[in-house]
């Protein structure tokens, strides 16, 4: 049985999902692929313990605060080479950008293989079940496009604003433009 609680936050409202024990999904209101990795529905319980952590997490994010990743219990569901991808952008640095392209080149060095798809990569990060927490916000393009991210580049550009992230160089991309 899957549980969910709401959370609102700076950049809309969250929806948390738990399996009981960790937190397997959070979703920016509107967002792609929102609950996309939950076999079925879920049942609203705001009383979950991992809800609770997860929402104290948040508030000292949003309250310019870094929490560690590591101190949530996260089961994303995916694929494993997705799961990869997912933990790789746990290693991101706070107020800190990478692109799909260095993602998927330490992809491919640690799945020992000689390159990666940067699409594939990109994939991955899109696909990203637990957002915010798991950072796919860091991801940006080779050319410093802020593209890709499934709850939207406002929200995407506040979030790294929030962390104090470098955006001089990093722009939206125009619509239509080749990516």
């Not at 319980?45 to 605060?65: H, I, Q, S, T």
């Not at 929490?67 to 694929?79: D, E, K, N, R, T």
């Not at 990060?125 to 950072?135: A, F, K, Q, R």
Request: aromatic share 8%; glycine share 14%; with cysteine.
């Amino acid at each position: 049985m899957y549980y969910s609680t709401t959370y609102p936050s700076p950049v809309g409202l969250l929806t948390l999902a738990s399996d009981g024990d960790s937190l397997v999904g959070l979703w920016i209101e509107g967002q792609k692929y929102h609950g996309g990795t939950l076999p079925g529905a879920t049942t609203e319980k705001d009383n979950v313990p991992v809800f609770d952590m997860a929402k104290g997490w948040l508030d000292r994010y949003f309250a310019g605060e870094q929490p560690g990743i590591a101190q949530l219990p996260l089961a994303p569901m995916g694929s494993d080479f997705r799961k990869r991808v997912w933990d790789m952008l746990c290693k991101i640095p706070y107020g800190e950008v990478t692109t799909y392209g260095e993602i998927a080149n330490r992809v491919a060095a640690a799945m020992n293989k000689e390159s990666m798809s940067s699409r594939a990569v990109g994939g991955a990060v899109g696909h990203n079940p637990v957002s915010i927490i798991i950072p796919c916000h860091r991801v940006v393009g080779a050319n410093g496009s802020l593209t890709g991210y499934a709850g939207g580049l406002a929200v995407k550009t506040k979030l790294l604003a929030l962390e104090g992230a470098p955006l001089s160089g990093l722009f939206a991309p125009r619509h239509g433009a080749a990516r």
